[in-house]
């Protein structure tokens, strides 16, 4: 066996006490000692590899909003990845440094804790993230195979030994009930379908006393953008969440502590919680 597949089912032999079949939904998943690498449900009989540095826990169906496919594109991935941080700069009004500071700090991520990335991109936040918690587990969780495509170059380059990247749904998370202390989200939201549902897996998957932050776009307070933001609604089903509303979801997902501020621009928001 070469060294990167012993990594790799090192890796995934950490992840299984986390994770749970995302088809019938049971506990039981055990790392392939043969053959391809991956997982196999021992209830339902199904196997999920792990291939290119990304294992696939999506089972589909495969039917994405305007706004998820935008991010499936290669081309538009790659861009997204180059320009994240100028637009950032122009839309969110910080640096990257100071996002990655924040996000850093508001799970108050301490070195040895799990964490779970979702909707992870290119990987923008979870490595940093991943560096900051070594050496606990980061799982980076994106529904766009072109991202997680970007995000497993990104996590080869930076060499480093504790995240698994994993095709999923936030819908249905393939992990067990309470098997991470810290949930981050950073600029996934606002393409989620349903976010009340997205939250109430996130919830689910909060260990008691477990911190949940991220960001998104957010409503725009002067009326005369509402006809736009509609637009972008109706067109890429892009949300523009009123973060002063969202603490009703957030609550009754089961959060508590309920925090959330905008970004120096106005378009963008940040939001924390914790599990009560
Ligand atoms: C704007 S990007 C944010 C990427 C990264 N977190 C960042 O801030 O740079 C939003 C991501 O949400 C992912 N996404 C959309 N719907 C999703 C879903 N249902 N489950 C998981 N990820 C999803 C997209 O594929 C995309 O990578």
């Not at 294992?55 to 305007?66: D, M, Q, R, V």
């Not at 776009?217 to 002067?222: A, E, G, I, M, T």
């Not at 959060?255 to 963008?268: D, G, Q, S, T, V």
């Amino acid at each position: 066996m070469n060294t990167k597949t012993t990594r790799t089912r090192l890796l995934l032999e950490r992840a299984c006490p986390l994770l749970r079949c995302p088809a019938c939904l049971r506990l039981r998943l055990e790392v392939l000692t043969s053959g391809p690498t991956g997982l196999a449900c021992d209830a339902c009989g199904r196997v999920f590899i792990h291939a290119d540095g990304v294992l696939n826990l999506y089972t589909g169906p495969e039917l994405f909003t305007g706004a998820q496919r935008s991010l499936q594109s290669r081309m538009l991935t790659a861009l997204y990845e180059r320009f994240r941080w100028l637009l950032a700069k122009a839309i969110i009004g910080c640096t990257s440094e100071e996002e990655v500071d924040r996000f850093e700090r508001t799970p108050d991520l301490k070195t040895g804790d799990a964490l779970l990335d979702v909707a992870c991109g290119p990987g923008n936040f979870t490595l940093p993230l991943a560096r900051r918690a070594a050496p606990g587990l980061v799982i980076g969780l994106d529904i766009s195979p072109a991202q997680l495509a970007r995000a497993a170059a990104n996590v080869a380059r930076a060499d480093v030994d504790n995240v698994l990247l994993v095709r999923g749904d936030v819908h249905r998370l393939p992990l067990r009930d309470g098997a991470v202390p810290k949930v981050n989200c950073a600029g996934g939201l606002h393409q989620f379908p349903d976010p009340a549902k997205a939250l109430d897996e996130i919830a689910r998957v909060l260990s008691m006393g477990g911190r949940f932050s991220g960001s998104t776009l957010q409503r725009h307070p002067s009326p005369r953008t509402l006809p736009l933001q509609e637009w972008l609604y109706r067109r890429w089903k892009v949300h523009f969440v009123d973060l002063a509303g969202f603490r009703a979801l957030v609550e009754r997902a089961g959060l508590a502590n309920y925090r959330h501020e905008p970004a120096p621009i106005p378009w963008f928001g940040y939001y924390q919680a914790a599990k009560a």
